[in-house]
């Protein structure tokens, strides 16, 4: 099968550098807010790649090694050689300061939270700065001698040499994380970097890229048909947008159901696509083979491989029923494939199983074309808003691929799957009604493997055990528990245990993330 991408044409590209840190995608999307255009790869990644990418400049992110220790993440010399501008960030101004000399030592206390950065002189980083600024730490190493031809800019209390630059070279590097919303003008310190230093265009626009997109398809599918699996969530449904608009009647939709989406949901994406959007969509109701394949199966990893594989079993299923078809369109968006280690990093570590990276068998012979791989959640919701299709969609809460089947811990049933759809809808019902939906970033009911004693009327209940979750976050990288009012989930608790038999006991979860993720699985 072939990989058949969009090519991103005659735009400037900030690369990211990335050696682990878990704030490198919010590097390239703060970037993007910026419209420019940003990619990410890793520190280890051929340098064929870098050199094909002509980025206009490139930002090394944080990660969670020490460049005390030996064989740990460094900078390839192809960086150095491109002769553009580089911005260190924590991991990465530890190594840049390591490479040219300088001391990087461990310090016997970490460093996690606001720091107070004062800018000690002028530098091109920090202008329209602040001279006092509040920022956002999270290093256990730090720089202690500035490396070579290197001086200090910035520093804080416990870091003296929180920033430095290079006296000739368009070199710079950071101690704090500008990227996350905890650093006061951090947008504006990666501003001046990328238009200031790196002298770039802010062409990576919604309206032109749709324009693109339209017309990279257009020439790529020429007369011929494609499939797109749909799934009624935002990337499938942005893309069968996008495709429908490029080449009409040539595109054929296969809906799966696999049983484990929410309640009424199958129904929904049904009405809307075939009857609202007018587009080709074939169903196929497949719950039974998912459960079967899934029977007594309680680990969370093996569970989504095992929702993935089958979901390309039924997939090629129908396909194989479908004549001429040449091309296979699929949703994937950028976190999925650097969740996936889809980069081609020589350490990738898969974080969790995408099925729509890399999992479709070569027997299929189909082309593959995915116009929003290289786009991040908000950017896809962005485009669907141009596409016309309509806020509902675009703004529900995200929906993990498996469905339900990592929101019910351990095993799934028919029996488990019913219970968790009513007291998921109950909770987004009343989210809705109260006004409250839209003021949390994401919200569900998960199914916990206890059960627990409960009275209900005069009778003793040995039931299940529903947890709510509630989160508000800006970038899904962390979150926090959302406050929900108490007579809010005292009613919604009430309505679950009166109006759902089998459960007998709600509970709230009041994590935040992290140390906690968002989904339980």
């Not at 020490?66 to 150095?80: C, D, N, Y």
């Not at 809906?255 to 809307?272: C, Y």
């Not at 508000?472 to 108490?486: C, G, Q």
Request: charged fraction near 25%; charge should be negative; aromatic fraction near 8%.
């Amino acid at each position: 099968m072939t990989n058949l991408s969009v090519d991103k044409k005659n735009i400037d590209v900030i690369l990211v550098l990335d050696f682990g840190s878990q704030y490198t995608q919010l590097i390239a999307r703060r970037i993007r807010e910026s419209n420019v255009y940003s990619e990410i790869l890793p520190w280890d990644i051929d340098e064929s790649k870098i050199k094909k990418l002509k980025p206009k400049g490139i930002i090394l992110s944080g990660g969670p090694n020490s460049v005390t220790e030996s064989f740990t993440p460094r900078i390839p010399q192809i960086i150095f050689e491109l002769s553009i501008p580089i911005l260190g960030i924590c991991y990465g101004m530890q190594t840049l300061a390591e490479q040219f000399g300088g001391q990087v030592i461990s310090s016997q206390k970490k460093e996690f939270g606001h720091s107070e950065l004062k800018i000690n002189s002028e530098s091109k980083l920090f202008t329209g700065i602040e001279k006092k600024l509040n920022v956002w730490m999270s290093h256990g190493d730090q720089v202690q001698d500035l490396p070579d031809h290197f001086k200090l800019i910035a520093s804080t209390a416990t870091a003296p040499i929180a920033a430095m630059e290079h006296h000739s070279l368009p070199y710079y590097a950071i101690q704090f994380h500008p990227e996350v919303t905890h650093t006061s003008q951090g947008i504006k310190i990666l501003n001046n970097f990328i238009f200031d230093i790196c002298n770039t265009s802010p062409d990576w626009k919604m309206d032109d890229l749709i324009s693109s997109r339209i017309s990279e398809i257009k020439e790529k599918v020429k007369h011929e048909k494609v499939l797109l699996g749909l799934s009624g969530g935002v990337d499938s449904s942005v893309t069968a947008a996008l495709l429908h608009k490029a080449i009409g009647n040539k595109l054929t939709c296969v809906f799966v159901d696999n049983g484990l989406l929410r309640k009424g949901e199958a129904e929904q994406v049904m009405l809307t696509f075939k009857e609202h959007m007018n587009l080709n969509v074939i169903k196929s109701e497949s719950a039974e083979i998912f459960l079967r394949h899934l029977k007594n199966i309680d680990d969370p990893e093996q569970k989504r491989k095992i929702i993935g594989r089958t979901f390309i079993d039924v997939f090629d299923a129908e396909a194989i029923k479908l004549k001429d078809i040449k091309f296979l369109a699929q949703g994937t968006i950028y976190p999925d494939v650097i969740e996936s280690s889809g980069s081609e990093s020589n350490e990738a570590r898969v974080i969790k199983s995408h099925h729509n990276v890399g999992g479709l068998p070569d027997e299929m012979k189909l082309d593959l074309i995915e116009p929003l791989r290289d786009l991040f959640k908000d950017e896809v919701r962005k485009m669907g808003v141009e596409l016309g299709i309509s806020k509902e969609m675009l703004d529900r809460h995200p929906f993990p691929g498996p469905g339900l089947g990592v929101r019910i811990i351990g095993e799934i049933t028919k029996e488990k799957t019913k219970i968790l759809q009513e007291a998921d809808f109950i909770f987004v019902e009343e989210l809705i009604k109260a006004n409250l939906y839209n003021k949390v970033s994401q919200a569900f009911a998960v199914l916990l493997p206890v059960k627990s004693v409960g009275v209900v009327g005069d009778e003793r209940r040995y039931a299940e055990v529903i947890g709510l979750r509630a989160v508000e976050t800006v970038d899904f990288m962390t979150a926090k528990w959302s406050h929900l009012p108490y007579d809010f989930l005292e009613h919604v608790s009430n309505r679950i245990v009166n109006e759902i038999e089998e459960v007998s006991r709600v509970v709230y979860d009041i994590s935040s993330k992290p140390p906690a993720t968002i989904e339980w699985e």
